[in-house]
């Protein structure tokens, strides 16, 4: 009797040790994707001034044109993200606003024939696109994180340890 109890034991501790080794690696993984996807992104927001700087003696109603950008700039260097879904709102927001500033600058032939303009405005698209590209792997880890939370809370016990779905992008 005490054999079978102690292997009882045994078994549930190995599990639980299995459980915490997956979900800290999981969750690790998760977390590196993350901090990639965001460290471009803040990346990204700290070029945009050097494009308002860069458009501002060519346009003529400055406040007009740049003062939303500025507010979105602002709230995305002091904004906290703790989720992907989160950041992507942002992003879309800024790419809205910056859509209008290219717009904007195509009507502007000096600013055309600027280097350091379109140096700039390339730099920022090829974060938006290294974003883009990163999203996949991410979305791959939050499956086998939705995948190992589906199987843990097949017991009972497994809807008392930690974790929870995460969602994809």
């Not at 690790?28 to 471009?40: L, Y």
């Not at 140096?119 to 290294?130: A, W």
């Amino acid at each position: 009797m005490n054999t079978i109890l102690l292997a009882i034991i045994v078994l549930i501790l190995a599990l639980l040790g299995v459980y915490f080794i997956t979900y800290i690696l999981l969750s690790r993984r998760i977390a590196d994707r993350e901090s990639r996807v965001i460290d471009v992104y803040l990346q990204k927001i700290a070029k945009i001034p050097a494009v308002i700087e860069v458009m501002r003696p060519h346009v003529v109603d400055e406040h007009l044109a740049f003062d939303l950008m500025t507010r979105l700039h602002s709230e995305a260097i002091i904004h906290e993200y703790d989720s992907i879904p989160m950041l992507l709102e942002h992003n879309a927001r800024i790419n809205d606003q910056y859509g209008f500033l290219m717009r904007l600058s195509m009507a502007i032939p000096d600013l055309q024939r600027d280097a350091y303009f379109i140096y700039i405005r390339e730099f920022v698209m090829s974060y938006d696109r290294t974003i883009r590209s990163e999203l996949p792997a991410y979305d791959a880890q939050v499956r086998s994180w939705n995948r190992f939370i589906t199987i843990k809370n097949w017991s009972i016990i497994g809807y008392i340890l930690p974790g929870r779905d995460r969602v994809e992008v």
